[in-house]
């Protein structure tokens, strides 16, 4: 089981996602090389656009929590929504980061955490 500690360092991971890509916006410099693009002079957008979508995503699970699910229904909701094909590997990769926003809409105040019949459920607040 995970403690209270692994739950605020998933948290913490999209926090800092976040403000590491508002600081590369910042960054000046002849060419950056980014892991999943091309090559630019300038990353701007390109950091913009992913924190565009990781709101997106937060956006997209937090209405997901409007009917609390469990995080499987929310799992598997976003899997059929994107078009994805659950495997472990997926479910391992993707089922970590799902928790980790969890982790930070809780620590944010966007969801909440409740137990019902000895089944974790998530809610919009």
Same mark, same amino acid.
């Given at each position: 089981?995970?403690?209270?500690? *692994? ?10 996602? =976040? !403000?590491? #890509?508002?600081?590369?916006?910042? $960054? ?34 937090? *209405? ?10 929310? =799992? !598997?909701? #976003?899997?059929?929504?994107?078009? $994805? ?41």
């Amino acid at each position: 089981m995970e403690d209270r500690h *692994g739950a605020e360092n998933s948290a913490v991971r999209v926090a800092s996602y =976040l !403000q590491t #890509l508002e600081m590369v916006k910042s $960054l000046q410099a002849k060419l950056f090389i980014p892991a999943h693009a091309e090559a630019a002079e300038d990353v701007t957008a390109l950091a913009q656009y992913n924190i565009d979508k990781v709101l997106e995503i937060a956006d997209k699970i937090t *209405g997901i929590c409007q009917k609390p699910p469990c995080f499987e229904a929310i =799992l !598997q909701k #976003l899997f059929t929504d994107y078009g $994805l094909t659950m495997n472990f590997e997926q479910y391992v990769l993707v089922g970590s980061t799902i928790r980790s926003y969890l982790a930070w809409l809780k620590d944010t105040n966007r969801v909440n955490a409740l137990f019902e019949n000895n089944m974790l459920l998530w809610q919009r607040v």
